[in-house]
């Protein structure tokens, strides 16, 4: 009952303060952190030591599995130089750096422990810097790069850990390392692959969204331990499996068994994300209590902490900006033609989020407890994680908002939703033609499927209006079919209380309620967001938006070039400076941007028929 009742109280203190934090608009990780801090001193919660098989076997297989499977396979391939950069050739850096910096401060460190201590703070944590990332809106390949680093790092770091720890009693030759390397990332990433086939043929055979999702729970242990149990990297076993199943859920899983999983998941790694931060600041009392112990003395550990925190803070600022060529090319991006806008101030955005987290303090506690100094190690982790935590998590909001770097911009997200919408009607409707041509249609169902298509992409276009003060068809919908639902609900439980009707069928015709009731919030959450980005001054200022007018187009519209080239445009943009008239980047020629290139005249606007928003070049804005 004591643990139970200790489970409980965990888990009723990290949804508490992680409500009151989103309410105040604080990052709940650093508030968590704190609030375990002070809570361990509180004269009667019982001391928490954090094992390292409960973190190293049941946190972190899930935690990296949930953002495995919703990291895209193909933003990670476009960025692996970066992640590679960072997750291997940084933990190495840091581990050696950090290693000589406390064996310079406590001289009678042996070599081995200096280099383990390097290696348990080297990688920064799976969640933290990704969690305050896209809260704080960070460029989505700022995010990106970080997510990614975050997901492969710790397997460095653990062998690097594995190799220092086993140099306390033997001598360990330079190719042993590289090869004890090649063989947990490889064996990894093969078992990674097995456990993704296996899981890939069974879901071809099951059709029941309760049993595909109860599958998706087995997979990161699975992946984790028969990786572990031939000495390969269970972290990299968990990510490629979750990295393969997420890009092929779509082809392998129904539509019900992905909502069901997706929303499984989110609960998952939404609870455990935050308790990992309370547990971390659970540590502090007895940590601190051993420290006193050490025969260091307090301010030689004291020093030697300060020492390792600025050193990887230092360190991640030094490589980052060294291989910055490397981790944000300038020019257009390979994969979308946005080029990365500000490259110092994304760089040092990815430097100064290098926040440590639970694998650190793990890490710390699988060197084995007879080693000599072992409290040493134990309270430089835990500094580590409590200041970058705190230090730099506190910081980085703010940070990112005097940079002025952009973050993702829910008007250009709007455009891209509508335009991808538009390239999906065609291909359906092109398929609704060929199956209306076989089959008869005496019914008119053709008819009501198009204009189905067509509400659903009039909206997603309605998006882009930026007249605040009027409501959009789509708002106005929205408001009269929610009323509806709020009735139709209210007479469903009138009758379930009468108990005439299966309670079965009444759950059915409430679920389907819901279903629409939340795609409608969704919707509006949306369109609001867009509002807000709309009425926001833009960031760094857009000097082009703010002093060209919205010209009004010609009567005759056509891109000149795609006729002269025998191509079909999809939709026309207007250069706002000269008048002329290209097809957008859905369209084969991409005319209007060449344009831009050929002229540099920096503002587009649209000419289909029902929108009036304008796109500035330069800044990647829109207005």
Same mark, same amino acid.
């Given at each position: 009952m004591e643990i139970a009742f200790l489970l409980v109280a965990i888990a009723v203190v990290v949804l508490t303060v992680t409500a009151l934090s989103?309410?105040?608009?604080?990052? #709940?990780?650093?508030? =968590?952190?704190?609030?375990?801090? &002070?809570? +361990?001193?509180?004269?009667?919660?019982? @001391?928490?030591? %954090?094992?390292?098989?409960?973190v190293l076997l049941g946190l972190l297989p899930p935690l990296l599995y949930s953002a495995a499977v919703n990291t895209s396979l193909v933003d990670f391939n476009a960025n692996r130089g970066p992640i590679l950069l960072l997750s291997v050739g940084l933990v190495a850096f840091t581990t050696v750096g950090v290693g000589a910096v406390v064996k310079l401060v406590i001289p009678d460190l042996h070599w081995a422990l200096a280099l383990a201590i390097g290696a348990v703070v080297a990688p920064p944590d799976a969640v933290a810097a990704t969690a305050i990332g896209r809260r704080i809106g960070?460029?989505?390949?700022?995010?990106?790069?970080?997510?990614?680093?975050?997901?492969?790092?710790?397997?460095? #770091?653990?062998?690097? =850990?594995?190799?220092?720890?086993? &140099?306390? +009693?033997?001598?360990?030759?330079?190719? @042993?390392?590289? %090869?004890?390397?090649?063989?947990?990332?490889?064996?990894?990433?093969?078992?990674?692959?097995?456990?993704?086939?296996?899981?890939?043929?069974?879901?071809?055979?099951?059709?029941?969204?309760?049993?595909?999702?109860?599958?998706?729970?087995v997979i990161p242990f699975a992946s984790y331990i028969v990786a572990e149990e031939i000495h390969a990297s269970g972290v990299v076993a968990v990510v490629v499996a979750g990295l393969l199943l997420g890009h092929v859920a779509p082809i392998l899983q129904s539509a019900q068994s992905r909502i069901a999983e997706r929303t499984n998941w989110r609960t998952i790694a939404y609870v455990l994300e935050n308790t990992v931060f309370l547990l971390i600041g659970l540590q502090a009392d007895w940590l601190l209590g051993e420290v006193g112990e050490s025969e260091f003395g307090a301010g030689t550990i004291a020093i030697a902490c300060a020492a390792a925190l600025a050193t990887c803070v230092v360190l991640r600022l030094l490589w980052v900006f060294a291989a910055s060529g490397l981790l944000l090319r300038r020019g257009p991006e390979a994969r979308t033609g946005e080029p990365m806008p500000m490259l110092w101030r994304s760089s040092f955005l990815i430097g100064w989020a290098g926040m440590r987290g639970v694998v650190t303090l793990a890490a710390a506690f699988t060197?084995?407890?007879?080693?000599?100094?072992?409290?040493?190690?134990?309270?430089?982790?835990?500094?580590?994680?409590?200041?970058?935590?705190?230090?730099?998590?506190?910081?980085?909001?703010?940070?990112?908002?005097?940079l002025r770097v952009p973050g993702p911009d829910a008007q250009d997200d709007a455009l891209a939703r509508a335009t991808l919408l538009q390239q999906a009607a065609k291909a359906g409707i092109?398929?609704?033609?060929?199956?209306?041509?076989?089959?008869?249609?005496?019914?008119?169902?053709?008819?009501?499927?198009?204009?189905?298509?067509?509400?659903?992409?009039?909206?997603?276009?309605?998006?882009?209006?930026?007249?605040a003060d009027l409501e959009s068809p789509s708002d106005l919908y929205a408001r009269w079919r929610g009323a509806m639902i709020e009735e139709e609900r209210r007479r469903v439980l009138e009758i379930r209380s009468t108990g005439k009707v299966p309670s079965e069928i009444v759950s059915e015709v409430l679920a389907m309620l819901d279903v629409e009731e939340s795609m409608l919030d969704?919707?509006?959450?949306?369109?609001?967001?867009?509002?807000?980005?709309?009425?926001?001054?833009?960031?760094?200022?857009?000097?082009?938006?703010?002093?060209?007018?919205?010209?009004?187009?010609?009567?005759?519209?056509?891109?000149?070039?795609?006729?002269?080239?025998?191509?079909?445009?999809?939709?026309?943009?207007?250069?706002?400076?000269?008048?002329?008239?290209?097809?957008?980047?859905?369209?084969?020629?991409?005319?209007?941007?060449?344009?831009?290139?050929?002229?540099?005249?920096?503002?587009?606007?649209?000419?289909?028929?029902?929108?009036?928003?304008?796109?500035?070049?330069?800044?990647?804005?829109?207005?």
């Open positions: 989103e309410r105040v608009e604080i990052p #709940a990780p650093l508030t =968590l952190v704190v609030v375990g801090v &002070a809570a +361990s001193y509180v004269p009667g919660v019982p @001391e928490l030591r %954090l094992e390292p098989e409960v960070l460029p989505r390949r700022v995010v990106t790069i970080l997510e990614g680093e975050s997901l492969l790092n710790d397997a460095s #770091a653990l062998v690097a =850990l594995r190799t220092a720890v086993g &140099a306390l +009693s033997a001598t360990v030759a330079a190719w @042993e390392v590289g %090869l004890d390397f090649v063989i947990a990332a490889g064996g990894g990433a093969a078992i990674g692959g097995v456990v993704f086939l296996v899981v890939g043929f069974i879901r071809k055979k099951v059709t029941d969204p309760l049993l595909d999702t109860a599958i998706s729970l060197v084995p407890e007879d080693t000599e100094h072992r409290e040493v190690l134990l309270i430089i982790a835990f500094a580590v994680v409590a200041g970058t935590l705190l230090g730099q998590g506190m910081t980085l909001p703010a940070l990112a908002r005097t092109k398929k609704l033609d060929a199956l209306a041509a076989e089959d008869e249609d005496p019914l008119q169902v053709r008819d009501l499927i198009i204009q189905r298509i067509e509400q659903r992409n009039f909206a997603a276009w309605e998006r882009l209006g930026t007249t969704h919707a509006a959450a949306q369109r609001a967001e867009i509002r807000a980005a709309a009425s926001r001054p833009i960031a760094g200022g857009c000097e082009h938006l703010q002093s060209t007018p919205l010209l009004d187009p010609p009567p005759a519209l056509a891109c000149a070039q795609c006729l002269a080239d025998g191509t079909q445009w999809v939709a026309l943009r207007m250069c706002l400076t000269c008048g002329t008239i290209g097809c957008c980047d859905s369209s084969p020629g991409r005319h209007a941007t060449a344009h831009f290139r050929e002229t540099q005249h920096p503002v587009i606007r649209s000419v289909e028929p029902g929108e009036d928003w304008r796109w500035c070049y330069v800044h990647h804005q829109t207005g």
